[in-house]
Structure formats: structure tokens, C-alpha cells
């Protein structure tokens, strides 16, 4: 996922928000200057982002009187310098959550319980998506079930979409393909040898079809295969089945036999992230945080739905971000007011749709932005067709921790150089991935038993 690429420009406000998170947490007695209200807000996100919430907040502010301190850091140090707050006993007032970080936060108590203030405010739940609330839902057992208890609201969804560079595809006389129906794989790949050339002439291919990366967009592919990374009460790992094996082995033949994906050297030398926003990659994903920096590149693209495997449906996931309130907040209720204002308000989701870094949390806004015949990109209806139709979460969002999840990674390197079948690699890493899962669940169990 590209997120991390656009907010490198936070560096430098996330030391800030390092050096200053112990003076203006909920441990300053939730009063400012002057003894006015005051609570924290820590989140992750760029220039665009933070631009959106200073706005939002502001408006907050105007309401309430309550004025909020920001702490905003870089996506990949959030969750250390939340560790960190947590740690040190001086944890925000509001902040991110995480989904794979929401069990244990509650275990330890980090998060407060907001089910009735969330009932009493007044919000219509119904009207935010349901893959949205349920995230931050936990029953004690399992998470992401509707009748769990509420420890935070989205922030918002990510549906991980397809993008084509139109421009590209006209240029080489491609129909474009349907906003609809997707791909077959063989379509696909055929497409992709299309636009795979050497398009100066200095024998160098500089010009390629796609460029994925296997941890971001393998899911798509073993989903629509028939394949899945464990059982339906996430007690199994599954990792070990034709149906995953041959997404996988997809996966790789992109490079070492279909040749359609620049090389290792190629990519060594410009990621093909870099090689997509330069207008060299035909297909790529696209998600909404992507929007505000695609809408400025140099060629046209618009979303499509996935390539489909075996089962001829197209798949991919949906993520999604909390806010949550801290237990030891001294303002739980003007927390709480600011989680419900930022996920749930119209004119604060305004606010954060028009910078372009999420599609509306609410349902009937949604509809109206999807529909606007001057957006960009134009089939904007496809990031709602994964949320409310064919989206999943992430394997390891509602597990106990991913490190049973994250081991698929750690040595798959031969078989996407071709070195290894992906059939004899997922042989080996399922019993060590079903070790952790074990892990994990017991750690839940012993979690949970505690709280």
C-alpha cells in the first residue's frame, strides 16, 4: 500500500509531536492555558490530511470550546510512538487505532468502552458502513461481529481498488476494459504483453504492463481463486491449498515468465510505484488516499475491478482506521464528542472528502460524491462496490497480533525470483504460520481471562 509514500512529509512534525506528547496529554489535566478544555489528538498522516483535520477541528472548536491539541507523526512510527505514549502513561485523549491493535488495547484497558456515549449522542450508525463500525466492535471472543462492544468509530474505510492508466491503453489502440465486469487473469496478462515494450528504441524495455507488490496485492489474487489464509473462526491456516498455490505461482509468472513487470534491477533503480506516477505501468491500485496525488499526474486513469481468478469474481480488502478514546481521559466526553464529530459529522466528512484522502464515512454522502460526473477518478463508484459488496478485511485485522500473518513474507523472496515453487513454499510456511496462530489465540484467550 502506498499510504506511507504520501506522508514522508510528516517527518518533521512527528518529531514535534514526539517532544510534546507527555506535556499535552490527557496527564496535563485536560485543561489548557487559562484553564480552558482541552483534550489530545494523535494521528498519522500527511500534508493533505493534516490540512483536513486542522479544518475540521477548528470547526469542532467553534461548536464546542473545547480546543484539541494535534499530534500528528508518520505512518510508519505511529504505532512505536503510541507504544511508547501507552507505555509512559500519557496517552491521548482521542487517537488512531489500528484494527490489528484494538484486542489488546482492550485487554489492557487502554481503550475506553464508548457503546452508550455513542448511543446517546444521537448519530445514525446505520448510515455509517457497517464494515466500519463492526471493525471496532469486540465481544470478548472475536472482533469485527456486530454485536460486540464499541471501542472506537472509523475514521474511515480504504477500499483497495485497480487502477489503468487510460492514456497509456488509448495510445497502444486497447479497448478500454469494462468498469463492470473484470478481467479474466488470461485478459489480463494478454493486455499487459500488450504494453510491455520498449517504446524509444534503445532496446531497453521502459514501458510495462503492471507492477505489483506481493504483500498488498496478493489477497486479491488467492481470493478470487477460491483460496483464503485460514478457516472462518481463524483457528487454521489455509496457506497450503491448490487454490493458494496457483494465485501465488500467478503472481510470480508475472515476472519470470510472462515478463510483463519490470525487473528486480528495473526495480531497484525506480520502484514501480515511482514508475506508475511517471506513466511507464499500464495497471496499479489505487486507494482513496491515493486520490489527492494521482488527480495531479500526467495522464488520465480511472478504476476498474480486479482481474478474476479461477472463480471469476473479483476480490481485494477494505481497511479501514479507528478512533478511539483513551480510558484515562479526564474529558471522556468531550473524547468522545470529537470521535463522533470526526467520523460521523457531515460537514467535518466534507471537510476530509474534498481534501481527497477518503471516500465519505457516510452512506447517503457517499452515494451523492460516487455519483458527481466531473470527478476523478470517473468510476469513484468502485471504491464503494468493494466496501459494500466485495471487499474483505485483511487476513490478520481481527487477530490477536499479525505475526502469524507476517511470516508468509519473511522468505518468499525465491519464489518470486522463480528459485522455489510456490506450491513447495507454502507447504513449508504453513506449520510455521499455524504456530503463531496458535500463539496468538492463546494469547487472546489469556488476554481476554485477564481483563
Given at each position: 500500500m502506498k499510504r506511507n509514500r504520501l506522508i514522508?512529509?510528516?517527518?518533521?512534525?512527528?518529531?514535534?509531536?514526539?517532544?510534546?506528547?507527555?506535556?499535552?496529554?490527557?496527564?496535563?489535566?485536560?485543561?489548557?492555558?487559562?484553564?480552558?478544555?482541552?483534550?489530545?489528538?494523535?494521528?498519522?498522516?500527511?500534508?493533505?490530511?493534516?490540512?483536513?483535520?486542522?479544518?475540521?477541528?477548528?470547526?469542532?472548536?467553534?461548536?464546542?470550546?473545547?480546543?484539541?491539541?494535534?499530534?500528528v507523526t508518520d505512518a510508519d512510527q505511529y504505532a512505536t510512538k503510541l507504544q511508547a505514549a501507552v507505555a509512559g502513561n500519557n496517552v491521548p485523549d482521542?487517537?488512531?487505532?489500528?484494527?490489528?491493535?484494538?484486542?489488546?488495547?482492550?485487554?489492557?484497558?487502554?481503550?475506553?468502552?464508548?457503546?452508550?456515549?455513542?448511543?446517546?449522542?444521537?448519530?445514525?450508525?446505520?448510515?455509517?458502513?457497517?464494515?466500519?463500525?463492526?471493525?471496532?466492535?469486540?465481544?470478548?471472543?472475536?472482533?469485527?461481529?456486530?454485536d460486540g462492544k464499541l471501542y472506537g468509530l472509523p475514521k474511515d474505510v480504504g477500499p483497495f481498488s485497480f487502477g489503468y492508466n487510460k492514456t497509456m491503453l488509448e495510445a497502444a489502440g486497447i479497448p478500454l476494459p469494462d468498469k463492470d465486469t473484470p478481467l479474466t487473469w488470461d485478459?489480463?496478462?494478454?493486455?499487459?504483453?500488450?504494453?510491455?515494450?520498449?517504446?524509444?528504441?534503445?532496446?531497453?524495455?521502459?514501458?510495462?504492463?503492471?507492477?505489483?507488490?506481493?504483500?498488498?496485492?496478493?489477497?486479491?489474487?488467492?481470493?478470487s481463486n477460491g483460496g483464503d489464509w485460514t478457516n472462518a473462526d481463524r483457528t487454521k491456516v489455509t496457506v497450503d491449498t491448490p487454490e493458494f498455490a496457483a494465485a501465488l505461482q500467478r503472481f510470480a509468472d508475472l515476472t519470470n515468465v510472462d515478463k510483463v513487470t519490470p525487473s528486480a534491477s528495473d526495480a531497484a533503480t525506480l520502484d514501480t510505484y515511482q514508475r506508475w506516477m511517471a506513466g511507464q505501468i499500464g495497471f496499479f491500485p489505487v486507494g482513496p488516499w491515493d486520490v489527492s496525488t494521482y488527480n495531479k499526474l500526467d495522464f488520465d486513469y480511472d478504476l476498474i475491478p480486479w482481474p478474476a481468478g479461477d472463480t471469476g469474481e473479483s476480490a481485494t480488502w477494505v481497511g479501514s482506521l479507528g478512533i478511539g478514546v483513551s480510558n484515562t481521559s479526564k474529558l471522556p466526553d468531550d473524547a468522545v464528542k470529537l470521535v463522533t464529530y470526526l467520523s460521523a459529522d457531515p460537514t467535518a466528512q466534507q471537510t476530509l472528502v474534498d481534501a481527497g484522502v477518503q471516500i465519505p464515512n457516510l452512506v447517503d454522502m457517499a452515494g451523492t460524491w460516487a455519483a458527481a460526473t466531473d470527478s476523478t477518478p470517473a468510476n469513484r463508484q468502485e471504491f464503494l462496490d468493494i466496501v459494500q459488496d466485495y471487499g474483505r478485511a485483511m487476513p490478520a485485522a481481527f487477530t490477536y497480533g499479525a505475526e502469524w500473518y507476517d511470516e508468509l513474507w519473511t522468505n518468499i523472496q525465491p519464489v518470486l525470483d522463480g528459485k522455489q515453487t510456490a506450491a513447495d513454499y507454502l507447504a513449508e510456511e504453513q506449520p510455521k504460520m499455524q504456530k503463531l496462530l496458535d500463539e496468538s489465540n492463546a494469547n487472546a484467550e489469556q488476554a481476554a481471562a485477564g481483563s
Open positions: 514522508a512529509g510528516a517527518l518533521c512534525a512527528a518529531v514535534a509531536g514526539a517532544l510534546t506528547l507527555t506535556a499535552c496529554s490527557s496527564g496535563d489535566g485536560g485543561s489548557g492555558d487559562g484553564g480552558d478544555k482541552q483534550i489530545t489528538f494523535m494521528f498519522r498522516g500527511g500534508a493533505d490530511e493534516k490540512a483536513a483535520y486542522e479544518a475540521a477541528i477548528a470547526k469542532y472548536t467553534a461548536d464546542t470550546g473545547v480546543k484539541v491539541k494535534v499530534i482521542v487517537f488512531y487505532i489500528e484494527q490489528a491493535s484494538l484486542q489488546s488495547y482492550v485487554s489492557s484497558g487502554v481503550l475506553m468502552d464508548i457503546t452508550d456515549e455513542v448511543a446517546a449522542s444521537g448519530i445514525d450508525l446505520d448510515n455509517l458502513w457497517p464494515y466500519g463500525v463492526d471493525s471496532y466492535r469486540f465481544d470478548g471472543t472475536l472482533q469485527g461481529t456486530p485478459q489480463f496478462v494478454d493486455i499487459s504483453k500488450q504494453l510491455t515494450k520498449d517504446t524509444d528504441g534503445d532496446g531497453a524495455i521502459d514501458q510495462w504492463g503492471t507492477g505489483l507488490n506481493v504483500q498488498w496485492n496478493l489477497q486479491s489474487m488467492v481470493w
